[in-house]
Structures are given as C-alpha cells and as structure tokens.
C-alpha cells in the first residue's frame, strides 16, 4: 500500500506563488511515477503534471506549462508542486497520484493510470 498526504495549499493573490508538497510512504514508492491532479468546482479531475520514477522526466498540461513545475527529491519520498504566477482560473483541490511503472523514465497523464491518491489540498487563487 502506498499512502499520500498533500500540503502547501492556502488562499492566495493572483500573480503569486505556492509549493505543494506530498509525501509518500509505503511500499518501494521510489519506483512510482507521480502526478498532480486538480479538480475544480463542477469540473472534472484533470492532469496538471507528472514526473518519472527517476526524476529526470516530466510532462506538464498546456495550461501551465512555463508556471509550473514538479520534482521529487533525491531518496523520491517527497513530490512538489512549484506554482508561480497563479491565476484564479488555477483555484482547484489539488491531488498527488502514484502509478506503478515498468520503466525509470515513463510519464503518466491517463488519471486512469494512476493507482493511490492522496485526499487533496485547496488552492483558491484571487483576482
């Protein structure tokens, strides 16, 4: 089993900036690609970013590509979320996801993919 816990969420002004964390326990997580994921309001969950199991490769969504930016720390039991420039139209509750991977280097965007979440934290953005 793996468990996540996100953090880092907070009310915040458009233009500024956030980290989110999760932190991962629980089986051999080092060798789980990661994702973010975001739900707004009456929306469907979406793919925001997500790294490899070795780090060195991520994927971002259109709509955040150049603000945001995903890494996970060297022992891999942390993944965060650095978000600048927000804007209000980024206001979601924010999901950390684990996917069993075969490989050191695969990405995954399917929110099918994904097998363990975390119970999300709220990020409200401000015009």
Known sequence: QVQLVESGG???QAGVSLRLSCAASGAIIGT???GWFRQAP???REFVAAI???GTSTTYSDSV?????ISRDS???TVSLQMNNLKPEDTAVYYCAAARTV???LLKKDIKEYDYWGR???VTVSS
């Open 75 to 77: 022992i891999k039991t």
């Open 10 to 12: 907070g009310l915040v």
């Open 32 to 34: 789980y690609a990661m």
């Open 42 to 44: 009456g929306k469907e």
């Open 103 to 105: 490989g050191p280097y």
């Open 65 to 69: 590509k150049g603000r945001f930016t």
């Open 120 to 122: 999300g934290t709220q």
């Open 52 to 54: 490899s199991w070795s």
